[in-house]
């Protein structure tokens, strides 16, 4: 299994960006809830977004919420995470993550159970 993250980058704050999630290998992706987290430079991984198996539910961080949407397609074992109104806050890497025993939404990181490598999203102010 494999989670590949993608589309991070230097963006200005308030800007946009879109990371993406491509999928590989004999998991059972199309109901497997898939969540996004980031680790800040000398912070704690925390969660971001999360979305069920079927793309009908969704679950936010109060940091994110209102500026970030999570979505995905099955078929083409994609997810992606599109940012609004960034701000140097949101400086971190971006990892995605499969929860391939759930299909609801968490963000708790010790129910995802394999990960991406990450990608670098920088707010510059």
């Known amino acids: 299994v494999q989670l590949q993250a993608s589309g991070g980058g230097l963006v200005q704050a308030g800007g946009s960006l879109r990371v993406s999630c491509a999928v590989s290998?004999?998991?059972?992706?199309?109901?497997?809830?898939i969540g996004w987290f980031r680790q800040a430079p000398g912070k704690e991984r925390e969660f971001v977004a999360a979305i069920d198996w079927r793309g009908d539910s969704t679950y936010y961080a109060d940091s994110v919420k209102g500026r970030c949407t999570i979505s995905r397609d099955n078929a083409k074992k994609m997810v992606w995470l599109q940012m609004n109104g960034l701000n140097s806050d949101d400086t971190a890497v971006y990892y995605c993550?499969?929860?391939?025993?759930?299909?609801?939404?968490?963000?708790?990181?010790?129910?995802?159970?394999?990960w991406g490598q990450g990608t670098l999203v920088t707010v510059s102010s």
């Open positions: 993550a499969a929860d391939t025993y759930g299909v609801a939404p968490t963000s708790q990181s010790i129910d995802y159970d394999h």
């Open positions: 290998g004999g998991f059972r992706f199309g109901t497997s809830a």
